[in-house]
């Protein structure tokens, strides 16, 4: 892309089927899959065998036509594309960094966005991936959280912005082959875009468990990060249920900072979520907690801060993430000094931590931490008559 931060059509979506009643396959979970091709007249014997062989078609091949599932018969093929859809969400536009970032503004069911980011790494490559359209926990630092709650999206909504970064980056099989090549780009899924993950859990785990599924996307749950605010009810039932790595949103050592910047806060407090993390039942050496933590300047960046998160983060297998407040337009924080990051990340490395400065990424196109939001319903609610 020669143009940075250049705004391109969709040049990956296939027309769109017009029966929106008919179900889609993208995000049903194997049982209701095969229970979908048992009731499209598939043998319940033979049930098994078809699953397996749609699912690997769906996420293996990355498919977006029935007519493409070469090893089902010709009136198989018919009565599916006739009962169900392959859908991924509609690219509306597709922005590019200078620094490779490349974030995507997504079209879902009901004509409601959502944003998903690529970040391009040396020797990894992530995607952020949304879980709702807007937010309801109004984190006063990020721009997402300006934006209402609209509603949870689906399973096959979550699997959908996977599959639409591996078509762009022509990451499927070709015709033939059996993988795509040893180095995967799309290696890593941080659940860290729009929306509280958790408060979408049966959609976010739905649709992980498909990422992890060994016969297609095939992700290992350690390189997928689910990241919360703090509703530690299901902070432990993440762990049993989905399995996936855990960050936890802390950005403030003391209820007072933290009542302000995480208002859940003052649901589940700073004690209560350190001894959730304490009690996950995937914590160990080799499976730590990372600790979020946004450097806003002269709010939560003290020598005396860093000192309270050693201590609250005690005993706990963790790292730290210090990530550079990223500005946006009306936010009412400034970013904290290079200078004092570096002492904040000083006094917890040598409490025995580790504390990467996360490197801000496609600030040019409002693609990094904290920055996401559909301007789109912002312009619905100018239209309070439109039928949602």
């Known amino acids: 892309m020669s143009a940075t931060a250049a705004l391109t059509p969709d040049l990956l979506a296939l027309p769109r089927k017009t029966a929106a009643a008919q179900p889609n396959l993208i ?50 093929r018919a009565t599916l594309d006739g009962l169900y859809r392959i859908e991924r969400p509609e690219i509306v536009t597709r922005q590019v960094s200078k620094d490779g970032t490349r974030k995507y503004l997504l079209r879902i069911e009901g004509g409601h966005e959502v944003e998903a980011v690529y970040i391009p790494e040396e020797d990894r490559g992530t995607l952020c991936v949304s879980s709702q359209v807007g937010c309801t926990l109004t984190c006063s630092f990020c721009h997402t959280g300006t934006q209402t709650l609209v509603r949870n999206l689906t399973a096959g909504e979550i699997v ?11 990451e499927w099989p070709e015709e033939g082959a059996t993988n795509a090549g040893d180095k995967r780009l799309l290696s890593n899924i941080v659940l860290m875009g729009m929306g509280e993950p958790l408060y979408n859990f049966d959609g976010v ?56 910047l995480v208002p859940i806060n003052k649901k589940w407090n ?65 970013r904290s000094s ?9 006094i917890v490395n040598r409490a025995g931590y580790a504390s990467p400065v996360r490197t801000p990424r496609g600030q040019d196109i409002m693609a990094a931490c904290g920055q996401l939001k559909s301007e789109t319903e912002r312009a619905r609610k100018a239209r309070p008559s439109e039928t949602v």
């Open 270 to 334: 700073v004690e209560t979520l350190m001894q959730a993390c304490r009690d996950y039942p995937r914590l160990s050496n080799s499976e730590r907690i990372t600790f979020e933590y946004v450097m806003l300047d002269g709010v939560n960046d003290s020598d005396a801060d860093a000192k309270r998160l050693v201590k609250l983060i005690e005993g706990i297998p963790a790292k730290i993430n210090l990530i550079p407040f990223n500005p946006w337009p009306g936010a009412p924080y400034q």
């Open 205 to 260: 785990r739905d649709a992980m468990k498909i990422a992890m599924d060994g016969e297609g996307i095939s992700l290992s749950r350690r390189r997928i990060t689910l990241s919360t605010s703090g509703v530690v009810p299901l902070i432990a039932r993440a762990g049993e249920e989905i399995g996936t790595m855990l960050a936890i949103s802390l950005h403030g050592t003391t209820d007072a900072v933290r009542d302000t």
């Open 160 to 170: 959908g912005q996977i599959l639409i970064c591996r078509d762009d980056l022509g």
């Open 338 to 346: 290079w200078e004092r990051i570096e002492a904040f990340a000083e």
């Open 27 to 76: 995000g049903m979970t194997r049982e209701a899959l095969r229970a979908a091709l048992i009731a499209a007249g598939v043998p319940e014997r033979q049930g098994k065998m078809r699953e397996r062989q749609v699912w690997a078609w769906l996420y293996e091949r990355g498919v977006r036509e029935f007519d493409a599932m070469s090893n089902l018969s010709k009136d198989l």
